[in-house]
T-cell receptor, first 113, second 114 residues
Framework: GDSVTQMEGPVTLSEEAFLTINCTYT??????LFWYVQYPGEGLQLLLK?????DKGSNKGFEATYRKETTSFHLEKGSVQVSDSAVYFC????????????FGSGTRLQVQP | GAGVSQTPSNKVTEKGKYVELRCDPI?????LYWYRQSLGQGPEFLIY????????DSGLPNDRFFAVRPEGSVSTLKIQRTERGDSAVYLC????????????FGPGTRLTVL
């Protein structure tokens, strides 16, 4: 079945550092890929998405590129801020018509001033 | 506009009791999802409604779990004979239509079974 693997946290960075959170997936066909973010005390919200190979999703300075050849969707940001401290979840939705999201286990990011 | 709301925000119950968790989706959203998130894990899919009918209930762990959406809006997740292993945050999400990629999540109900 479908699965998502993401790097374990917590990831602790200083403000303005470069961020990479690795995500790889297992799925047949061409799934859609997502990054969701959960800020402290808030619900999950969509950060960015990519629906086909080589697409780049971007939002709020974050980017991720759908790499079919490496089955990866790594999240990057050039300069993190304290306000980016949150838990980040990589997820996929298969292309079989099933609407369920399959999530990774989440990566907690802590940005220190 | 109002987002997805879930009630109660916290529920503490004793092993063996019955609980109901409620979800109010965003107005006009026809697709509704339930997920369960255990501590330190990502959400796991339980069931998906398109309108009033359950289009996919393959994630329900056993027959103690049941969900309804009788009028195509509010949904209730029902758990019978609760067990300690049912303790988790139950998340509800909605989408404007079946083919929409984005799911809008509610704040969740934290269920604790003593």
């Amino acid at each position: 079945g479908d699965s998502v693997t993401q790097m374990e946290g917590p990831v602790t960075l200083s403000e303005e550092a470069f961020l990479t959170i690795n995500c790889t997936y297992t799925a047949t066909g061409y799934p859609s890929l997502f990054w969701y973010v959960q800020y402290p005390g808030e619900g999950l919200q969509l950060l960015l998405k990519a629906t086909k190979a080589d697409d780049k999703g971007s939002n709020k300075g974050f980017e991720a590129t759908y790499r079919k050849e490496t089955t990866s969707f790594h999240l990057e940001k050039g300069s993190v801020q304290v306000s980016d401290s949150a838990v980040y979840f990589c997820a996929l939705m298969g292309d079989t018509g099933r609407r369920a999201l399959t999530f990774g286990s989440g990566t907690r990011l802590q940005v220190q001033p | 506009g109002a987002g997805v709301s879930q009630t109660p925000s916290n529920k503490v119950t004793e092993k063996g009791k019955y609980v109901e968790l409620r979800c109010d989706p965003i107005s006009g959203h026809t697709a509704l999802y339930w997920y369960r998130q255990s501590l330190g894990q990502g959400p796991e899919f339980l069931i998906y409604f398109q309108g009033t009918g359950a289009a996919d209930d393959s994630g329900l762990p056993n027959d103690r779990f049941f969900a309804v959406r009788p009028e195509g809006s509010v949904s209730t997740l029902k758990i019978q004979r609760t067990e300690r292993g049912d303790s988790a945050v139950y998340l509800c999400a909605s989408s404007p239509w079946t083919g929409a990629d984005e799911q809008f999540f509610g704040p969740g109900t934290r269920l604790t079974v003593l």
